[in-house]
């Protein structure tokens, strides 16, 4: 069976650092672009980003832009989401999800396969 799973929400400090993993099994990973979407209460969706299948294209939102890292480790079905000057605004439930292309990857239509999504709490 299919499927992607994230880790690594927690509660962290404003201006901390948080690394969120998404990891895959039951299709070929190394096809695949993850991409990383995050909602918070009461707001819509956001993709903020997403890695191709070999990492070498990256995208990320402008809300994310220079905060935020993805990378991933094909040999272990694995993608990373590093989180740095994290703030209340970054507050919310995050989710990765895999396609089979990478154009337009902000876009949350045509995802193949979602995680159930791990909740990130930015508070002093």
């Known amino acids: 069976q299919a499927q992607v799973v994230e880790s690594g929400g927690g509660l962290v400090q404003p201006g901390g650092s948080l690394r969120l993993t998404c990891s895959a099994s039951?299709?070929?990973?190394?096809?695949?672009?993850i991409g990383w979407f995050r909602q918070a209460p009461g707001k819509d969706r956001e993709g903020i980003g997403c890695?191709?299948?070999?990492?070498?294209?990256?995208t990320y939102a402008d809300s994310v832009k220079g905060r935020f890292t993805f990378s991933r480790e094909n040999s272990k079905n694995r993608v990373y989401l590093q989180m740095d000057s994290l703030s209340a605004e970054d507050a919310g439930i995050y989710y990765c999800?895999?396609?089979?292309?990478?154009?337009?990857?902000?876009?949350?239509?045509?995802?193949?396969?979602w995680g159930q999504g791990t909740q990130v709490t930015v508070s002093s």
């Open positions: 999800a895999a396609r089979s292309y990478y154009s337009g990857c902000l876009s949350a239509g045509e995802y193949d396969y």
């Open positions: 039951g299709f070929i990973f190394d096809y695949y672009t």
């Open positions: 890695i191709s299948s070999s990492g070498g294209y990256l």
